[in-house]
C-alpha cells in the first residue's frame, strides 16, 4: 500500500508520498502482470526470503516509478518503498547512509562526489520540465529561453509585455501581473530548469546560476512538484516549472519553447529523446538542456537513482546489495523502459541503458563484484 511520507526518513519508514492525481487513472491493471510474466528473462537475482528496499529523492519521475516499483513487486518478492522528498533530500539521505538508492534529476557535480564515497549514476527515464501557466482564455502559449529567464529574475511583470506579445502575436495577452512559482525544497527539477536558464541568459548566469536552491527573487514558493503544479492551477495568472507529467495529468495548459535552432517545440516523447541524441559519457552524467538537435525540447533531461559503488555500509547485507543492482536491472529493461510513455516520460537511449548495464557490473560487496 501506498502511503503519504510523514515524519523523519529512516531505513525502515520510507513509504511513497504518491497524493498526486493521475495516479489511479493512469496505472494500467495489466503492466504488472506484464512485468511478471517478461522479467524472468531479464537476468535478475532473487532472494528467496525477499527484501525490502527503501529510497528517497526526486519527484520528478514519481509517477514513473511508483507505476514501476509496484510492478517490480509482483515479478518476486522484493519490494521497494520510495519517497518523494526531492533530490536534495534523497541525496541527503543517501550520504547519511539510511537509504538504498537516491532519486535525482541532477547528476552529482564533480565536488559533490568529492565528498561521498563512489557512487554510480544510473539513469531510468528522460523527461521535460514545462513552463505550465494558468491564463484564462489563452489555450496556446509561445516562450524563448531569455523569456523566461528575465520572467524568473523579476524583469518581464506583466503578461502583455511587448516582448511575450511579440512571441504570441496572435494571442491578446491580458493586462495582468504574472505570478512566478518555483520549488522551496532542494529540487533536480530546480537544477535543471536553472541549467537552462544559464545556458540561454548571461544575466541569469551572472546573478542566480544554477543548482538544486537558487535565491528567486520573486513568486511565491511550494515544495515538490505537486505544490508547484498546484500554485498555478489553482492562481490565475501564474506561471511555474515542473515535471511534464503534473502538468498533462492535471490537464494545465504548457508553453511551447523556442530551442536553440530557433524551433517552436512542445514537450512530447518525441522531442525530448531528440534532445538526447548526442554523445552519452560512460558514467551517464550530462546536461541534455538546450540541446542542439533538430526538435528537440530545450527543457529536457534524464533522472538517475544513485547508489554507492561498494554497498557494503550501515549494516546492510549481501541480500540487500543484490536486491538493489536486481531492482535496477528491471528498471533498465526493455519491458520497462517501454511503459515510461504510458505515465508521460521518454524511455531511455539504447547507449544509455547498456552503459549503465556495464556500470553495474562494477558494483562491490567487500570489494567483491556482485555481478558476474
Known amino acids: 500500500m501506498i502511503k503519504s511520507l510523514r515524519g523523519q526518513i529512516t531505513k525502515k519508514n520510507i513509504q511513497l508520498n504518491i497524493k498526486f492525481y493521475s495516479m489511479k487513472k493512469i496505472y494500467l491493471p495489466l503492466i504488472a502482470g506484464m512485468f511478471a510474466a517478461v522479467f524472468s528473462a531479464c537476468g535478475g537475482q532473487k532472494s528467496n526470503e525477499g527484501v525490502e528496499l527503501t529510497g528517497?529523492?526526486?519527484?520528478?519521475?514519481?509517477?514513473?516509478?511508483?507505476?514501476s516499483f509496484d510492478s517490480y513487486s509482483t515479478t518476486g518478492n522484493n519490494k521497494v518503498s520510495y519517497g518523494g522528498i526531492g533530490s536534495g533530500g534523497g541525496v541527503r539521505n543517501l550520504k547519511d547512509g539510511i537509504v538504498d538508492f537516491a532519486g535525482s534529476d541532477a547528476f552529482l557535480t564533480d565536488k559533490e562526489m568529492s565528498e561521498m564515497k563512489p557512487v554510480v549514476h544510473v539513469p531510468t527515464c528522460m523527461g521535460a520540465v514545462v513552463?505550465?501557466?494558468?491564463?484564462?482564455?489563452?489555450?496556446?502559449?509561445?516562450?524563448?529561453?531569455?523569456?523566461?529567464?528575465?520572467?524568473?529574475?523579476?524583469?518581464?511583470?506583466?503578461?502583455?509585455?511587448?516582448r511575450l506579445q511579440k512571441l504570441n502575436p496572435d494571442v491578446k495577452l491580458p493586462a495582468k501581473k504574472i505570478i512566478p512559482a518555483y520549488r522551496s525544497d532542494g529540487s533536480g527539477t530546480t537544477f535543471v530548469?536553472?541549467?537552462?536558464?544559464?545556458?540561454?541568459?548571461?544575466?541569469?548566469?551572472?546573478?542566480?546560476?544554477?543548482?538544486?536552491?537558487?535565491?528567486?527573487?520573486?513568486?511565491?514558493?511550494?515544495?515538490?512538484?505537486?505544490?508547484?503544479?498546484?500554485?498555478?492551477?489553482?492562481?490565475?495568472?501564474?506561471?511555474?516549472?515542473?515535471?511534464?507529467?503534473?502538468?498533462?495529468?492535471?490537464?494545465?495548459?504548457y508553453a511551447s519553447v523556442t530551442n536553440v535552432r530557433g524551433e517552436l517545440v512542445t514537450p512530447s516523447t518525441e522531442s525530448i529523446s531528440a534532445a538526447a541524441a548526442g554523445e552519452i559519457p560512460q558514467d551517464t552524467r550530462c546536461s541534455i538542456t538546450n540541446a542542439d538537435a533538430a526538435g528537440a525540447y530545450p527543457i529536457s533531461c534524464f533522472t538517475w537513482l544513485i547508489?554507492?559503488?561498494?554497498?557494503?555500509?550501515?549494516?546492510?547485507?549481501?541480500?540487500?546489495?543484490?536486491?538493489?543492482?536486481?531492482?535496477?536491472?528491471?528498471?533498465?529493461?526493455?519491458?520497462?523502459?517501454?511503459?515510461?510513455?504510458?505515465?508521460?516520460?521518454?524511455?531511455?537511449?539504447?547507449?544509455?541503458?547498456?552503459?549503465?548495464?556495464?556500470?553495474?557490473?562494477?558494483?562491490?560487496?567487500?570489494?567483491?563484484?556482485?555481478l558476474k
Not at 538544486?212 to 495568472?237: E, H, L, M, S, W
Request: hydrophobic letters at 35%.
Open 56 to 67: 528517497a529523492g526526486a519527484t520528478f519521475p514519481l509517477p514513473f516509478y511508483t507505476m
Open 131 to 162: 513552463l505550465a501557466y494558468n491564463l484564462p482564455d489563452v489555450v496556446a502559449l509561445n516562450l524563448s529561453g531569455d523569456v523566461i529567464a528575465d520572467i524568473y529574475a523579476g524583469k518581464i511583470t506583466d503578461w502583455n509585455d511587448e
Open 193 to 253: 530548469f536553472t541549467d537552462y536558464l544559464s545556458k540561454v541568459s548571461e544575466d541569469w548566469k551572472n546573478n542566480y546560476g544554477c543548482g538544486k536552491t537558487v535565491d528567486f527573487k520573486v513568486g511565491q514558493a511550494a515544495k515538490g512538484n505537486p505544490g508547484v503544479a498546484g500554485i498555478v492551477r489553482q492562481t490565475p495568472y501564474s506561471i511555474g516549472y515542473i515535471g511534464s507529467e503534473y502538468a498533462f495529468a492535471q490537464k494545465i495548459p
Open 307 to 370: 547508489i554507492y559503488k561498494e554497498q557494503n555500509y550501515s549494516d546492510r547485507t549481501i541480500e540487500q546489495a543484490k536486491a538493489t543492482l536486481d531492482m535496477l536491472q528491471y528498471m533498465l529493461s526493455a519491458e520497462v523502459q517501454k511503459t515510461t510513455e504510458t505515465v508521460h516520460y521518454a524511455p531511455l537511449p539504447k547507449s544509455a541503458v547498456e552503459k549503465s548495464l556495464q556500470n553495474l557490473k562494477e558494483v562491490t560487496f567487500d570489494g567483491q563484484a556482485i
